[in-house]
């Protein structure tokens, strides 16, 4: 079968992968369509450290093939969106509702695949999206309505719930509060909807890019700004909620000086794995808050459902997010495209 796999040197899509048969608690699914996310990218460029060779791919939908024994809550035939989160469910952070802190969830790259002559290769985020089959553990399948569009549906994976979760689980934006977005990628578009179904008063996007406001304003901003030299013109006080999605350190200094007394940054950009930032500490005690946050805080069984109910009311945008759609072998033209920042998601198909 097809997929794109990354040797440690270049990425190539090949036709010879192979995927074993599910165990007990795993779930086979013939990938419809995936989404070329960052952190994709950020495999290839060094920024995530992640062994090879190994499958690309986190943020796909398909129809589930096969299961294992003691699945019950999708068969085959089942149109599915996948989660990166192969949480155990058993764990304290299960318990509590935390599944994002699951330690099972985290560092463990299995080997599902095999190429030609039975080498292993790596699954990557325990979900490798860019092959046309892949194994998942049960927990990271859900179900979606079959009229939901599958390549809409692959969005929701992470984009989806890394964006709107990361306002409404982790920052907890309310109505009336003031946010801003600096960046307006896949996942700051979905930052920026979030803002809007919760009800904040002003959303104000940032972006270098000023052929952006356009869509921003579509999602949900209020206001749009080149620099965020600009954002205290509008908030003179500071915000509320200031989200950093791109993953620079000067950037998460902005995002903590152009904080309100109370406020939050909050961080979904991934800088390098030993990039540090600066900030005044003094700048906190007004009880200021910095706060990360893994995969927007989701517990994806009730929040994939929850999404795609919202799309089918009108309320979450998807179709839109989709801006470029790719067979697989175009590859290297949908990572270009995506690294260019001309689309806001490039979709893979199989």
Same mark, same amino acid.
């Given at each position: 079968?097809?997929?794109?796999?990354?040797?440690?040197?270049?990425?190539?899509?090949?036709?010879?992968?192979?995927?074993?048969?599910?165990?007990? !608690?795993?779930?086979?699914?013939?990938?419809?369509?995936?989404?070329?996310?960052?952190?994709?990218?950020?495999?290839?460029?060094?920024?995530? *450290?992640?062994?090879?060779?190994?499958?690309?791919?986190?943020?796909?939908?398909?129809?589930?093939?096969?299961? !294992?024994?003691?699945?019950?809550?999708?068969?085959?035939?089942?149109?599915?969106?996948?989660?990166?989160?192969?949480?155990?469910?058993?764990?304290?952070?299960?318990?509590?509702?935390? *599944?994002?802190?699951?330690?099972?969830?985290?560092?463990?790259?299995?080997?599902?695949?095999?190429?030609?002559?039975?080498? #292993?290769?790596?699954?990557?985020?325990?979900?490798?999206?860019?092959?046309?089959?892949?194994?998942?553990?049960?927990?990271?399948?859900?179900?979606?309505?079959?009229?939901? *569009?599958?390549?809409?549906?692959?969005?929701? !994976?992470?984009?989806?719930?890394?964006?709107?979760?990361?306002?409404?689980?982790?920052?907890?934006?309310?109505?009336?509060?003031?946010?801003?977005?600096?960046?307006?990628?896949?996942?700051?578009?979905?930052?920026?909807?979030?803002?809007?179904?919760?009800?904040?008063?002003?959303?104000?996007?940032?972006?270098?890019?000023?052929?952006?406001?356009?869509?921003?304003?579509?999602?949900?901003?209020?206001?749009?700004?080149?620099?965020?030299?600009?954002?205290?013109?509008? #908030?003179?006080?500071?915000?509320?909620?200031?989200?950093?999605?791109?993953?620079?350190?000067?950037?998460?200094?902005?995002?903590?000086?152009?904080?309100?007394?109370?406020?939050?940054?909050?961080?979904?950009?991934?800088?390098?794995?030993?990039?540090?930032?600066?900030?005044?500490?003094?700048?906190?005690?007004?009880?200021?808050?910095?706060?990360?946050?893994?995969?927007?805080?989701?517990?994806?069984?009730?929040?994939?459902?929850?999404?795609?109910?919202?799309?089918?009311?009108?309320?979450?945008? #998807?179709?839109?997010?989709?801006?470029?759609?790719?067979?697989?072998?175009?590859?290297?033209?949908?990572?270009?495209?995506?690294?260019?920042?001309?689309?806001?998601?490039?979709?893979?198909?199989?």
């Amino acid at each position: 079968m097809r997929g794109v796999v990354f040797d440690g040197k270049r990425v190539r899509v090949v036709d010879d992968l192979a995927v074993r048969e599910p165990g007990a !608690g795993e779930v086979l699914v013939a990938i419809a369509a995936a989404g070329l996310c960052h952190s994709d990218l950020s495999v290839v460029d060094g920024t995530i *450290p992640f062994p090879v060779p190994v499958v690309l791919g986190h943020e796909g939908a398909g129809v589930v093939e096969a299961v !294992g024994a003691g699945v019950t809550h999708v068969s085959p035939g089942d149109h599915v969106a996948l989660s990166t989160l192969a949480n155990c469910g058993a764990c304290a952070e299960c318990d509590r509702g935390r *599944p994002t802190m699951c330690r099972q969830a985290i560092g463990r790259p299995g080997k599902p695949f095999t190429r030609g002559t039975a080498d #292993l290769v790596y699954q990557f985020a325990s979900n490798s999206a860019f092959a046309e089959r892949t194994i998942v553990k049960a927990v990271q399948a859900v179900r979606i309505p079959r009229e939901l *569009p599958l390549r809409s549906a692959a969005l929701i !994976g992470c984009g989806v719930l890394t964006g709107v979760g990361a306002v409404l689980n982790r920052a907890r934006v309310d109505r009336g509060d003031s946010v801003v977005v600096i960046g307006t990628g896949g996942i700051g578009l979905n930052v920026l909807q979030g803002a809007r179904l919760a009800g904040a008063l002003r959303i104000v996007a940032v972006d270098a890019d000023p052929g952006k406001e356009e869509m921003a304003r579509q999602f949900g901003a209020t206001d749009f700004l080149t620099s965020a030299e600009g954002v205290r013109d509008i #908030l003179p006080t500071g915000a509320d909620h200031v989200f950093e999605c791109v993953g620079r350190v000067e950037l998460i200094r902005q995002a903590i000086d152009l904080l309100d007394r109370h406020g939050q940054a909050i961080l979904l950009g991934v800088p390098p794995a030993t990039a540090e930032a600066s900030f005044l500490v003094s700048s906190l005690y007004l009880d200021k808050s910095v706060l990360g946050c893994r995969y927007g805080s989701s517990r994806p069984q009730r929040d994939v459902a929850l999404y795609a109910e919202l799309y089918r009311q009108g309320r979450l945008m #998807l179709d839109e997010l989709v801006t470029a759609v790719y067979p697989v072998e175009d590859f290297e033209k949908a990572r270009a495209d995506a690294e260019a920042g001309r689309v806001a998601r490039a979709v893979l198909t199989f």
